[in-house]
């Protein structure tokens, strides 16, 4: 077996795709977050690396609060232009309906299935290109269509992935096993 050395790369595939808004200068503006996971059960807390150049993130500092929202595949072009585009040069706030919860300065789309309303607990510099936000979880928000049994259920929202460097969007697969589960049935 030969492996090929890569170099230092940020490199997990696939990646999430997410909208993460603020409001800036009075108007909600957002921008297309891959570096983005949860790093806390309880209380629920969010983590991304930013570029902090970038004009939703000067929102985040003032406001501190932000919002997480996960697109579906019907609004991919959508996220893909909020990606390419900064609100420093075009207004991106009419693009969605807005609504709000109880911080009111973290404006969520209502297009999207699932959204996170969230309260900035810190702030990371790491010394290079992206700084980190980490933020609490502080309510979220799902339609009853994108739920089974309560919960909000990947296949009927229709969440998709992304995988940087050949830069491609996928939409998800079938469901392939149970988590805390099928590890029982392996044997040794
Ligand atoms: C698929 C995709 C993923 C992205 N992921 C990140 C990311 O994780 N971190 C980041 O700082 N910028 C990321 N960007 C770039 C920002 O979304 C982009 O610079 C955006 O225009 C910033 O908008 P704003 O200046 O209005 O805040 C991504 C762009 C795309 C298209």
């Known amino acids: 077996m030969e492996k090929i050395k890569l170099g230092s790369k940020p490199m997990i595939y696939p990646m999430p795709v997410a909208l993460v808004g603020a409001d800036v200068a009075g108007k909600p503006n957002f921008m297309t977050i891959a570096f983005i996971g949860i790093v806390n059960m309880s209380p629920a807390m969010v983590a991304m690396g930013a570029n902090p150049s970038h004009f939703t993130c000067k ?4 406001n501190k609060t ?3 929202n996960l697109p579906s595949v019907k609004m991919l072009k959508v996220t893909d232009y909020v990606g390419l585009n900064s609100g420093e040069k ?7 309906k807005i609504f709000r919860g109880k911080t009111k300065t973290a404006p969520m789309i209502e297009e999207c299935p699932l959204n996170l309303e969230c309260k900035l607990v810190k702030k990371l510099t790491l010394g290079g290109t992206d700084e980190i936000y980490i933020g609490e979880i ?24 992304f995988t940087m460097h050949d830069n491609r969007y996928f ?3 079938k469901m392939i096993g149970k988590a805390w589960s099928d590890g029982k049935k392996y044997k040794i």
């Open 59 to 62: 929102g985040i500092v003032k």
């Open 66 to 68: 932000f919002s997480v």
């Open 90 to 96: 075009k207004n991106k706030s009419e693009l969605f």
């Open 138 to 161: 502080i309510e979220t928000y799902c339609e009853e269509k994108f739920m089974t049994d309560g919960k909000p259920d990947v296949e009927k929202m229709g969440t998709y992935v």
């Open 171 to 173: 939409s998800l697969g």
